[in-house]
């Protein structure tokens, strides 16, 4: 086991104790020889000794061999991002191979589990072929499904559950969707107000007021998440289709969106100009497609979540409460790429290909993912 850290640990153990080994030795009930073998790495203690070499030492057997079965948030966070970055610069079978091997070595600690399931789907793009992306697909929904059936935090198990459920979708199984999805829940209401109540009561006006911003926010994300599925819907009627863009637009407009959550804007965006092409108005198509190209490579970068004038409490919350803090799902060279594949990969668009408008936004988001 090329993990097992037990020859330095028994070391450390016995330099702390001032135990030779021949003293450890003897209390084991094996050589002088044998100790140095393991202290050395040239061999490993009988499994039947482990139990009472960490009895010796007063430690648990997880902790004599070396072995941390749990990550730790910031250690999460860390290695999320290396390995975000690593898809970015380094072969896709080689990463890859890695997040597989790290979900076998924690594949009890449910928050990385979701974390590196999540990883994967956000970098299945990158696979080299169709049944590549099953695999990677069927591995993610394997992470979400072992969360949702094991981890007990609650928040955790329901995060699980959605991505299981999109695992599902994508993998073109939209009956267990429904199954492990209805029905709905239907709750009373959000506990936010009533959190926020309670804090003014105690005099905390400032934590009250963080309280309901974090409420606006997320039921605002809640929003700008059902409206492509809604807009999708609407294809079978240009009048209403037109209508719920509108009112999309004021939303996101009230709110800022462009420079509060400007990658969040960008897919429905992308949402928009197929509908409207489906519809059959290229013009319209165009036009949202060029305020596509103008947020892409305007200085949103480097891209992160973060408050503005109105959310001017929630930086903290994103640090403290969010797995991966303020920092997006993929590397940065990676997210101005798929931006621009968005556009020149996208078999929808194929009609717009020798627009000279749809070239020249190409143009601009690939100069973009070059930084000029």
């Known amino acids: 086991m090329k993990e097992m850290n037990l020859g330095r640990i028994l070391i450390e153990n016995r330099h702390k104790r001032g135990i030779t080994q021949d003293e450890l030795a003897a209390h084991i009930g094996v050589s002088k020889g044998a100790v140095s073998k393991w202290e050395t790495g040239s061999s490993l203690p009988d499994i039947s000794l482990l139990p009472q070499l960490a009895s010796y030492f007063d430690i648990s057997i997880d902790e004599l061999i ?180 509108q009112r999309f637009y004021q939303i996101a407009d009230t709110f800022q969106v462009k420079t509060l959550h400007p990658s969040i804007l960008l897919g429905v965006y992308i949402t928009i100009a197929q509908g409207w092409l489906a519809l059959g108005d290229i013009e319209q198509a165009l036009d949202i497609l060029t305020q596509y190209t103008d947020l892409a490579v305007s200085d949103i970068y480097p891209l992160h979540l973060h408050g503005d004038n109105f959310f001017n409490l929630l930086d903290e919350w994103f640090d403290s409460e969010l797995m991966l803090g303020a920092f997006p799902p993929r590397d940065e060279a990676l997210i101005r790429h798929s931006m621009t594949q968005a556009l020149s990969e996208n078999p929808v668009f194929l009609p717009l290909a020798e627009n000279p408008r749809f070239q020249a936004m190409i143009n601009r988001l690939r100069a973009n993912e070059e930084g000029k």
């Open 66 to 245: 070396g072995y941390q079965p749990q990550m730790e948030k910031e250690d999460i966070q860390k290695l999320y991002i290396r390995l975000s970055k690593d898809f970015s610069v380094l072969p896709f079978d080689e990463v890859l191979a890695e997040c597989l091997e790290i979900v076998k070595k924690y594949y009890s600690c449910y928050p990385l589990l979701f974390q590196l399931g999540s990883l994967l789907v956000n970098h299945i793009a990158q696979a080299s072929n169709p049944e590549q992306m099953t695999q990677i697909m069927e591995k993610a929904l394997e992470c979400f499904h072992r969360v949702r059936s094991e981890a007990d935090e609650p928040n955790l198990q329901k995060e699980a559950l959605l991505m299981e459920a999109f695992c599902l979708l994508q993998l073109q199984r939209p009956s267990e969707v429904i199954d492990i999805l209805e029905p709905v829940e239907m709750q009373a209401g959000s506990p936010e107000p009533l959190l926020a109540s309670a804090y003014r009561a105690t005099g905390n006006d400032k934590e009250a007021k963080k309280i309901l911003q974090i409420g606006i926010y997320k039921e605002m994300m809640t929003f700008f998440d059902l409206f492509p599925s809604y807009l999708n819907l609407c294809l079978n009627d240009a009048e209403q289709f037109e209508e719920a863009c």
